[in-house]
């Protein structure tokens, strides 16, 4: 199947090249039917990648051996889900992936666009049909020609790295590449909007679910990303600061940014050149992030292969942002704001306030991921900066944003007044301090940690406080009953009840990084029948006896596992076991170094985290580090809970006048709209 | 069949991409839906008000404020639905009329229209008809007098010519 | 005051602080990562690079790996073809670390005055994947 998918690639290059410039000539000759052809196009080269994605699937599934990518990525006797998921797996297998996808949103974006933007569309047509024109020619001239085939056929392939033969790792790469890639459609809108000049908020609200997506599948992404490093990486943690996972932070930093500071350009009018500016940071981020993944510039532990590829990005990258902000500072006269800020003890300016922190934050994390290559260039040493650098920026930083998240929603749009602002803060900040004095009571005497938890406790309260006022309010107002009110609280205004469930995913974030600093750690060498203990930052004691190390062999690996019995305080509660694998082709060929699988125990409180080191010149005396996570299995608690916030907010709906209203208005604008025809038609001859 | 297959694709999408520029459609409505509630002055200002008052119900907006701020919006509210009248007929509009009005545009201007043209009732739908589906005057001559054949002024009663009363 | 100018107040001053952050950040806590033989010039000019947290990044010499399971401690020694130095490490080492050719490391830690590299962690890329090796066919 490679000759058609090989065929489907040139196809819809041939077709982007074609709906780009359909798309931009369309508006500029006034030919209307340009326009039709463009978004036909996009859907043309969505039909075209769809067709090479299911040739690749088969080439896969079948084991054609005789592609070089299935070769390389997958074996016999790797399992089917991860046969399928191989897909990815590679530079060249997520190049049509992003392809794919893209073109998918793109012809997505097409169909539910309301028609009250149509004149956008061919221009979103054209711009997505170009993102995707450039993924198909790094495919096809740079290289990373997934179809290519071998002058000969291995029996077997090579199979699939071990750390990405994980259900996290299925998941967690195409839902940042989904992220990253709808950060496109968002931008195509902006980039409509300044060419054809139609700069009201009108492009905003067509891109109001998109953005809330991509943001969404950036946090799902980056949630997945921890997971998988803290399962599969064995080291114990879910965040390195490595290049990688910063690249994938900096677009949803800047897109968190944006869906705040919208809400002040369609209330007010204010900031369109902000939000212009962050939806193409987004996008350009986005794109950075794949260019850091790919080109092996900076290294990091998820990178693929160093290649030529790069180059591709990088020239793509500036040709992007050059068109971009020429683009913006021609358009910048007619981007002027409607109105100014009225008071600083207003909604507004601490929105104003937690984009600068959200842009702050960015560009330090930018700058230290970069900080390697500037000073190579500037001072001709390399000088790398580590987690020391981003942790010593981005906790004050990071505490500065959570106490944000506890202030805005206190204060009223436009403006408040000094008696309101007390009536508003004196319950949250009583939570906090209590919450705080608590704490500290307890023995917790780590300032920034207590300062974290104190903020934390301020921001429930808030929330707290915005439900509990807003349903009383609803109470009087409407003479509802308390859960009548609060469904229909969160009901007429999802996107501020959705958006205060995601601030409390951000408190749990927040307290499950703090509580990572209390993580201890033992190294130990056991014979069987020994023991070691570790004490919990939470005061009691783990006991861990070595058990013994068995062997056997599974489908595509052999298999050492040590057994650790866990005792709680001297209780026996659990067996942990941790493994080293070491996998196999099916020819019982060695692919890969042995790999580790680490031995987890989750709560609600700590996980407890064996790693299986190694044994002692072919004894069962095994090494392990045994480490002690506080609150880890809140992070992965915080990303439901985010996901579930998000939802509410783009559940459809909700912010629109009733439908009957809707209706009505509806009605009259026909009318209006059949009077001017009537008038225009026969205006001559009256 | 592998070939074919990449043929069938290929046809199929070059098909789909050049029909719109053979085959125009004809150019439609600047936009068949009207703006979105909160795209314009009038929906912002409402949005705001509504706003304002739930501020107040929750505490954050003092008395002193929310008054200022009512007074603000409700002008500019006031200010956008004005305008906003001003450039289309008065509401409620009667649908009934404009057709009505817009049917005897068409009737006026049937002198060019395609298809028979009645002489008592004006151009007629049926393409291929022979007599009106109104009067029942036959579509290919002027009405004539039945009697005499001298032709009938259109409304007419009687013949003009010999006094007979004609079918109306 | 207007709004504007307090806004723009408050502005410069997270935007003050954010770069005084980072300008600190990098002044305590950068690394330098050097190459074994830019290191070894280094410690001839400026006896200063002893004893100092460095990174370096150098190739494992095929053979010299020396494991010690009991005591979690690996000695090995790193070269970029020019010079070579040994590096003791103790703790546990990622999988990508083995006794293959080509393993690519990175050590950080502090060269003492002895000439032994003490690494305080080991990070190891693989060199390559397998997509060279099929192009020249070494496989078949």
Not at chain 1, 394 to 421: C, E, F, Q, Y
Request: charge should be positive; charged fraction near 15%.
């Amino acid at each position: 199947m490679t000759l058609l998918g090989q065929f489907s690639l040139w196809v819809a290059l041939l077709l982007g090249l074609w709906a780009a410039g359909m798309a931009f000539v369309s508006p500029w000759q006034d030919r209307p039917e340009f326009a039709a052809s463009a978004i036909r196009s996009a859907f043309g080269v969505w039909v075209a990648l769809l067709v090479a994605a299911v040739c690749l699937w088969k080439g896969l599934l079948s084991h054609d051996f005789n592609i070089e990518y299935v070769a390389a990525y997958t074996s016999r006797n790797l399992p089917t889900s991860y046969v399928f998921s191989a897909f990815w797996a590679g530079q060249k297998g997520s190049l049509l992936f992003w392809a794919v996808v893209l073109s998918t949103f793109g012809a997505l974006a097409q169909l539910t666009t309301s028609r009250r933007y149509e004149d956008l569309l061919p221009y979103v047509a054209g711009v997505t049909s170009l993102v995707v024109v450039f993924f198909i020619s790094v495919m096809l001239f740079g290289g990373a020609n997934p179809f290519e085939r071998l002058p000969f056929t291995p029996p077997d392939g090579r199979g699939l790295n071990p750390q990405l033969q994980n259900p996290g790792m299925v998941i967690h790469p195409p839902m940042l590449y989904l992220g990253y890639i709808s950060i496109t459609i968002p931008f195509a809108f902006a980039i409509a909007a300044l060419l054809s000049r139609r700069l009201d908020t009108g492009w905003i609200h067509a891109i109001r679910k998109w953005t809330l997506l991509s943001w969404l599948f950036l946090s799902v992404g980056i949630t997945l990303g921890m997971w998988w490093a803290y399962v599969e990486l064995g080291w114990g943690g879910y965040w390195a600061w490595d290049p990688v996972e910063n690249a994938s932070l900096l677009p949803w930093l800047t897109m968190s940014a944006f869906l705040h500071s919208v809400m002040i350009q369609e209330k007010r009018g204010m900031l369109k050149r902000w939000n212009l500016s962050l939806i193409v940071a987004s996008f350009l981020l986005s794109l950075f992030g794949t260019f850091i993944t790919r080109s092996g510039v900076i290294a990091s532990v998820h990178s693929f292969t160093q290649s030529n590829v790069g180059f591709f990005f990088a020239g793509f990258l500036f040709v992007a942002a050059v068109v971009s902000f020429t683009l913006l500072y021609t358009r910048w006269p007619l981007l002027k704001p409607e109105a100014a800020l009225e008071s600083m003890a207003s909604r507004e300016a601490a929105f104003l306030f937690n984009n600068l922190v959200f842009v702050g934050i960015a560009f330090s994390v930018l700058w230290g991921t970069l900080f390697p290559i500037l000073s190579e260039w500037v001072r001709g040493t390399k000088i790398t900066v580590g987690p020391p650098f981003f942790n010593r920026v981005n906790v004050p930083l990071g505490i500065l944003l959570l106490a944000l998240t506890g202030i805005g929603p206190l204060i009223a749009w436009r403006k408040a007044s000094t008696a309101n602002l007390k009536r508003q803060f004196r319950l949250p900040i009583a939570t906090g301090l209590l919450g705080g004095g608590v704490l500290f009571a307890m023995g917790l005497h780590d300032l920034y940690v207590l300062v974290a938890l104190t903020i934390a406790g301020f921001v429930l309260g808030t929330v707290a406080q915005e439900f509990y006022r807003g349903v009383r309010a609803r109470m009087r107002m409407h003479g509802e009953s308390v859960p009548m009110a609060f469904v229909e609280l969160i009901a007429k205004n999802r996107r501020r009840y959705g958006g205060y469930v995601v601030h409390v995913a951000m408190v749990i974030y927040f307290v499950a990084f703090a509580g990572s600093a209390f993580k201890v750690t033992k190294e130990a060498t056991l014979k069987p029948g020994e023991s070691t203990t570790l004490k919990s930052p939470f005061g009691h004691t783990y006991t861990f006896t070595h058990l013994g190390v068995s062997q056997y062999t599974a489908f595509n690996r052999n298999v050492s596992a040590a057994s650790l019995e866990l005792a709680l305080d001297g209780k026996k509660i659990d067996v942990i076991r941790a493994e080293k694998r070491q996998h196999v082709d099916s020819f019982g060929q060695k692919l890969f170094e042995p790999s580790t699988e680490v031995g987890i125990r989750s709560g609600l409180r700590e996980d407890v985290y064996v790693v299986y080191a190694g044994s002692v010149s072919g004894t069962e005396e095994a090494s392990f580090a045994l480490s002690i996570n506080p609150l880890v299995w809140w992070v992965w608690f915080a990303g439901v809970l985010l996901v579930i916030g998000g939802l509410v907010t783009m559940w459809p709906g909700g912010w629109a006048p009733a439908p009957v209203a809707r209706r009505q208005v509806q009605a009259g604008f026909a009318v209006t709209l059949v009077e001017s025809e009537i008038g225009t038609a026969t205006g001559g001859e009256g | 069949m592998e070939a074919i297959l990449a043929a069938a694709v290929g046809l199929a999408v070059v098909w789909m991409v050049l029909q719109p520029l053979v085959q125009p459609a004809p150019r439609r409505l600047a936009s068949a839906e009207p703006p979105e509630l909160e795209d314009t002055q009038r929906g912002r200002a409402l949005l705001a008000l509504k706003e304002i008052e739930f501020d107040r119900e929750t505490g954050k907006l003092s008395d002193v404020d929310h008054s200022a701020l009512k007074t603000k919006y409700t002008a500019i509210a006031l200010h956008a639905m004005r305008a906003e009248t001003a450039t289309r007929p008065a509401a409620p509009m009667d649908i009934e009329a404009v057709i009505a009005k817009r049917v005897q545009q068409i009737r006026a201007s049937g002198a060019d229209a395609p298809g028979p043209v009645c002489a008592n009732c004006g151009p007629r739908p049926e393409s291929d008809a022979a007599f009106c589906s109104s009067c029942g005057v036959s579509l290919g001559l002027t009405a004539a007098c039945s009697r005499c054949g001298a032709p009938v002024e259109p409304g007419g009663r009687y013949c003009a010519g010999c006094g007979t009363q004609v079918a109306a | 005051m207007r709004a504007g100018t307090k806004f723009f107040i408050g502005a410069s001053i997270i935007t003050l602080g954010v770069t005084m952050l980072i300008v600190q950040g990098v002044k305590q806590t950068g690394v330098y990562f050097l190459t074994p033989t830019e290191l070894v010039e280094r410690t001839k000019t400026d006896a200063t690079f002893y004893d100092y947290g460095i990174k370096v990044g150098a190739k494992v010499v095929p053979g010299s790996v020396r494991r010690n399971p009991k005591a979690q401690q690996i000695d090995f020694r790193v070269s970029d073809g020019k010079n070579e130095f040994p590096v003791s490490y103790h703790g546990i080492v990622p999988d990508t670390f083995t006794d293959a050719n080509d393993i690519e490391v990175i050590v950080e830690g502090k060269l003492g005055h002895d000439g032994v590299f003490r690494a305080t962690e080991v990070l190891a890329k693989c060199g390559s994947r397998y997509e060279a090796e099929f192009k020249k066919g070494k496989r078949a």
